[in-house]
């Protein structure tokens, strides 16, 4: 079956745009995470969502990062204002259900978002 | 807060051999401990897990883990090395109290010599 798609696969943006990145999770799975990896780190918690709420929003690193999941299947990371440190590679992860924590995640390929 | 550390930023073995790719963590409660594994161009996918039960884990193409609560390590081997096996691997820890929240490491890069 379908896996966990994202668009645009890169976005170039210049600093104090605003940008948008979709995320499609696998059909049926309740529990959708962003990342955030830059060059030569892991893959670092942004935003975690169980059904269409955000269960723990506690990665997101300031008040210019948002995501919506309105639908509780496809979710938008929203970027106010972009800076060059935003600069790095958007993952998005989907699980069957989040609630208990013992699911693994399944990843999306990521937007690769650079800010000029 | 939660914590994981890959010592080891490259692991080099020839292939036959066994390998062994470090794994230590740091997390309030019991840990779920994940191992996943990203090829070139590739998204992360999912290789093992400890949740409860056997120490020892067995995962997918050969590979396996295992947990040791007092040395709070999750240590992943394989008996014989393949060439195709070279690639970058993360260890990822979350609480059983907080089930979203994932911490990852910095990533091994394992390269497999013919």
């Known amino acids: 079956g379908a896996g966990v798609s994202q668009t645009p696969s890169n976005k170039v943006t210049e600093k104090g745009k605003y940008v948008e990145l979709r995320c499609d999770p696998i059909s049926g799975h309740t529990a959708l995470y962003w990342y955030r990896q830059s060059l030569g780190q892991g893959p670092e918690f942004l935003i975690y969502f169980q059904g269409t709420g955000a269960a723990d929003d506690s990665g997101l690193p300031n008040d210019r990062f948002f995501a919506v999941r309105p639908e509780g299947s496809v979710s938008t990371l929203k970027i106010q204002r972009t800076e060059r440190g935003d600069s790095a590679v958007y993952l998005c992860a989907s699980s069957p259900d989040g609630l208990a924590g013992v699911n693994e995640q399944f990843f999306g390929p990521g937007t690769r978002l650079t800010v000029l | 807060a939660q914590s994981v550390a890959q010592p080891e930023d490259q692991v080099n073995v020839a292939e036959g051999n066994p390998l062994t790719v470090k794994c230590t963590y740091s997390v309030s409660g019991n840990p779920y401990l994940f191992w996943y594994v990203q090829y070139p161009n590739r998204g992360l996918q999912f290789l093992l897990k400890y949740i409860t039960g056997d120490n020892l884990v067995k995962g997918s193409y050969g590979f396996e883990a295992e947990f040791n609560k007092s040395q709070t390590s999750f240590h992943l081997k394989k008996p014989s090395a393949l060439v195709s096996d070279s690639a970058l691997y993360f260890c990822?820890?979350?609480?059983?109290?907080?089930?979203?929240?994932?911490?990852f490491g910095d990533g091994t890069t394992l390269t497999v010599k013919p």
């Open positions: 990822a820890v979350r609480p059983n109290t907080n089930a979203g929240k994932s911490t």
